[in-house]
């Protein structure tokens, strides 16, 4: 035979099949199948799935329960004054102004709270707003030092009928008198009405 009928002949069987193909880089990789059950040592399957259905209804039961209950002492706690403490009713004064020359005569006529004659100072104001009498306790008041008194006991509580008497030689009509005690400001003014 000739050389290159040879050639010629494996040439032709080269050309039939196509050349083999190189896998592509970052083409999917074909798996191999997973193995039959069971599975070779050291895979183990997962345990069987168990029903937890009954456990979280419990759960959720006592969770309910105890919301309840920690949100029904919190509102009872609100509600029965144990968080902010006793409601006070505030302190009020109430004053008369009448007129009978040469004397002003504010009269109490109303006492809500702990006003104690000690504690509680009087300071007046002119009509044009600039200070006549200087905060001054009613125990130290006197006539002829300030041009007013106070008429009642000097060493307890202002009662109902007390009275603060102020000339009207010191103090004209307009002026603003403010009494001041432990966390309250009464204020009137002499006016005749």
């Known amino acids: 035979m000739d050389a290159t009928l040879i050639t010629d002949a494996v040439d032709r069987k080269a050309m039939a099949q ?3 193909q190189q896998p592509r880089i970052g083409a999917p990789q074909q798996q191999a199948p997973y193995p039959p059950y069971p599975y070779p040592y050291p895979y183990w399957p997962p345990p069987p799935r168990r029903d937890n ?3 979280i209804v419990v759960i959720i039961v006592v969770v309910m329960v105890a919301g309840s209950a920690i949100m029904a002492a919190i509102l009872h706690a609100v509600v029965s004054g144990l968080v902010s403490g006793p409601i006070t009713q505030p302190k009020l004064l109430g ?24 504690g509680t100072t009087l300071t007046i104001y002119r009509s044009d707003g600039t200070m006549n009498l ?10 002829s030092l300030h041009g007013a008194s106070f008429s009642g006991n000097d060493n307890s509580l202002i009662e109902i009928g007390e009275q603060i008497v102020l000339s009207t030689a010191w103090y004209g009509t307009g002026s603003r008198v403010v009494l001041v005690g432990q966390n309250a400001v009464v204020e009137t003014a002499l006016a005749a009405y």
């Open 18 to 20: 196509p050349p083999p």
């Open 53 to 55: 259905t009954l456990l």
């Open 95 to 118: 004053l008369s102004v009448s007129r009978n020359p040469p004397l002003w005569i504010i009269t109490i006529t109303l006492v809500r709270g702990d006003w104690t004659v000690p």
């Open 134 to 143: 200087t905060a001054t306790p009613l125990v130290a008041l006197d006539p």
